[in-house]
């Protein structure tokens, strides 16, 4: 069975509101929802099919040696915080909580090869400075971060790929995805 795990975002959420009030509203709009944030950098193609691991992150987020062990090349990693799950997308409690990789940890998973790094909050470095740094990082080493996945705990378990489309020709810096796990 095919699971949907990229936002569906209605005319009258807020973030949609939010980005078609913005002077750039194309770019704003490839910023809400599920998407990759690309700043130097696109995927070379707009589709993959690829086997992933996931980490439960429901009781924090991962150490350097929580990642030692794992075989990541060429894969996907989903970090399973469960935040947008339990406060919903675009909340204040969503984009307050703490979900942010030290970069020490980032590192090592980069040295491990994955094509994507996916997570179901609002992105793997604190807002600012650091997640724009941690993007870019990510993508001098072709791995590309997706924020915003939808999954939770019941669809996560028996899922074995995950199935990645990418509008890589939108102009903007925020390239829309569509993610599905099976």
């Known amino acids: 069975m095919k699971h949907q795990l990229n936002l569906n975002l209605s005319e009258d959420h807020p973030a949609y509101q939010w980005a078609k009030k913005q002077s750039d509203s194309v770019n704003a709009f490839g910023h809400i929802g599920t998407h990759i944030d690309c700043y130097s950098k696109v995927p070379e193609e707009s589709h993959y099919e690829l086997d992933f691991l996931l980490i439960n992150c429901l009781d924090g987020m991962p150490s350097a040696s929580d990642i030692e062990d794992l075989e990541l ?71 590309f971060v997706i924020e915003n996945i939808l999954i939770n705990s019941d669809m996560a378990m028996p899922l074995n790929k995950l199935e990645i489309i990418i509008d890589i020709s939108s102009r903007s810096t925020g390239k829309t995805c569509k993610i599905y796990g099976y």
């Open 73 to 143: 090349e060429n894969k996907a990693l989903i970090l399973y915080t469960g935040v947008l799950d339990k406060y919903g997308y675009g909340t204040k409690s969503y984009g307050e909580t703490n979900t942010f990789l030290s970069e020490n940890v980032l590192d090592r998973i980069l040295s491990k090869k994955p094509q994507f790094i996916l997570i179901d909050a609002c992105g793997i470095g604190n807002h600012g400075e650091e997640h724009i740094r941690f993007d870019q990082k990510c993508e001098q080493m072709s791995c």
